[in-house]
């Protein structure tokens, strides 16, 4: 944290939002950072088309995200529950996709893996058993996944530090 600021942090969320939504912010102000959920949502669409395209499956399934209700509610407001949910479609479909031996692809879906813990820790539960039955069963360059995730898990504890002066913060969940 930065000495004499530790009372400026804005909020005690998990950081993965705030950055996203910051470019937006800087274009057209507070108003435009619900932006960044928009976006997401029309990626987690494209994501999932892709991995359905992949698959040889109906590509139209992809349309039941945007076409849930919660998905269209938490699509256009500004939390974290749509752009953690890109995290995630985009860390499984990686994680899929580096069967084929690429370990750029493998590096990529451990970091995107990793790095879901920015938007919500409990997005881990759900990369987990994909990115462990990937290294069992040897469906990727292992060292590359393993990389990337520590690399994405890095990336969440150092910007942890930075903001809230413990790389293990977690906010209180209030229950």
């Not at 912010?25 to 359905?52: E, K, N, P």
Request: charged share 15%.
């Amino acid at each position: 944290a930065f000495p004499g600021m530790e009372h400026l942090v804005m909020s005690d969320y998990p950081l993965g939002t705030s950055l996203l939504q910051v470019p937006f912010v800087l274009l057209g102000g507070w108003q435009f950072a619900a932006v960044a959920s928009v976006l997401a949502l029309i990626v987690t669409t494209l994501t999932t088309r892709s991995w359905l395209r992949d698959l040889g499956l109906p590509e139209g399934f992809a349309l039941l995200i945007p076409g849930f209700l919660g998905a269209l509610v938490f699509g256009r407001i500004a939390m974290s529950d749509v752009p953690g949910a890109t995290a995630v479609a985009l860390a499984l479909w990686l994680t899929w996709r580096a069967r084929d031996g690429d370990w750029k692809v493998a590096v990529a879906a451990g970091l995107i893996a990793g790095a879901t813990s920015l938007f919500r820790e409990t997005n881990l539960l759900l990369v987990a058993p994909f990115v462990v039955g990937a290294l069992v069963r040897g469906a990727c360059v292992r060292w590359a996944l393993v990389a990337g995730f520590v690399a994405g898990i890095a990336l969440r504890l150092e910007l942890s530090e930075l903001v809230f002066g413990s790389a293990t913060y977690v906010r209180d969940g209030g229950y």
